[in-house]
């Protein structure tokens, strides 16, 4: 079965610093991988996606990620932080068979000044 | 081109109502996904639709808790004597058919229904 895990539910980063947020995956079979972003009060927007072409993935705003098979990882960063980019983000696996997401807890990212 | 439509956006009800949510899944998309939101938790999945079929209902509720996608019209989420608990944001999104997996969900605005 598909599952993912975001350690660190809170994460908090200055203006102009890295952004590191954090995604494991299990999956038995080689997965998909997605971030997404929830902006408050709204749905969910795509920041990228992994389907098992580049292990090096860029999506919007300036974010990345890359996906590692060693260490099951997913790990999403920023080189400089925006106020803007305050937000909740979600890592999902998506189940083979379907569109299915499997998502993660979350992390809520705050950006201060 | 309409993103997947989501309505009401916000719904008020007491103990023991009904509620309704209806979704529009973006131009071209035949699957439907509708996901729960709890105040701060992640989104859970509940039910997985086609036209006329439900493909995968693990994520719902075995009480009170019905969803459909009709041949016309938009997809339902239906709950009916509502709870306290029940509250939360209510989460539709639509893919389109073909390559299982790899389809990007496109999510909807959510409905946050409001129980008291």
């Known amino acids: 079965a598909q599952s993912v895990t975001q350690l660190g539910s809170h994460v908090s980063v200055s203006e102009g610093a890295l952004v590191l947020l954090r995604c494991n995956y299990s999956s038995s079979v080689p997965p998909y991988l997605f971030w997404y972003v929830q902006y408050p009060n709204q749905g969910l927007q795509l920041l990228l996606k992994?389907?098992?072409?580049?292990?090096l993935v860029k999506g919007i705003n300036g974010f990345e990620a890359e996906f590692k098979k060693s260490e099951t990882s997913f790990h999403l960063t920023k080189p400089s932080a925006h106020m803007s980019d305050a937000a909740e983000y979600f890592c999902a696996v998506s189940d083979p068979h379907t569109d299915k997401l499997i998502f993660g807890t979350g992390t809520r990212l705050q950006v201060f000044p | 081109n309409a993103g997947v439509m989501q309505n009401p956006r916000h719904l008020v009800r007491r103990r023991g109502q009904e509620a309704r949510l209806r979704c529009s899944p973006m131009?071209?998309?035949?699957?439907v996904y509708w996901y729960r939101q709890l105040p701060e938790e992640g989104l859970k999945f509940m039910v997985y639709?086609?036209?006329?079929?439900?493909?995968?209902e693990s994520g719902m509720p075995k009480e009170r808790f019905s969803a459909e996608f009709p041949k016309e019209g938009p997809s339902i989420l239906r709950i009916q004597q509502v709870v306290r608990g029940d509250s939360a944001a209510y989460f539709c999104?639509?893919?389109?058919?073909?390559?299982?997996?790899?389809?990007?969900?496109?999510f909807g605005a959510g409905s946050r229904l409001t129980v008291l």
């Open positions: 999104a639509s893919s389109p058919a073909g390559r299982p997996g790899a389809n990007v969900l496109t």
């Open positions: 131009k071209g998309h035949s699957h």
């Open positions: 639709l086609q036209k006329e079929n439900i493909i995968d």
């Open positions: 992994y389907t098992s072409a580049a292990t």
